[in-house]
């Protein structure tokens, strides 16, 4: 059962050097319709293109996994699941951006 003032889908992204693809990935997530309580949560596995920092200055609100070593895409879904509040969580590779109503239709069909 969801708690009232927890997120109600927390998406997480699994990012290695993604710098020219993040901001389009998480601006999709970022302009959501529907007003649903999003948590953004990305993963870092230890970028040396400047990811970390973009994530820190141009999307504050996301929690930022940043790992020291380059622990590979498995691992990293599963330390944010691990850290996941939302009542249901959305996987999402940093090269993928969501439609608009993505996370609205999708948790339609869940629901």
């Known amino acids: 059962m ?4 927890g997120p109600v889908c927390s998406v997480c992204v ?3 050097n993604g710098a020219e693809v993040l901001r389009e990935c998480l601006d999709s997530i970022k302009d959501q319709r529907g007003g649903l309580p999003l948590e ?3 993963h870092d596995d230890a ?4 990811s970390r920092a973009l994530i820190r200055q141009e999307y504050p609100a996301a929690r930022l996994i940043e790992s ?4 590979g895409f498995c691992v990293a879904n ?3 699941v691990a850290q996941a509040r939302g009542e249901y969580v959305l996987l999402l ?3 993928a951006s969501l439609f608009p109503d993505a996370l609205q239709a999708l ?3 869940a629901r």
């Open 107 to 109: 948790l339609e069909a």
């Open 47 to 50: 970028s040396t293109d400047g």
């Open 93 to 95: 590779n940093n090269d």
């Open 2 to 5: 969801r708690k009232e003032a």
């Open 68 to 71: 020291p070593h380059n622990v």
């Open 78 to 80: 599963n330390r944010m």
């Open 40 to 42: 953004l949560i990305v």
């Open 14 to 16: 699994a990012n290695y």
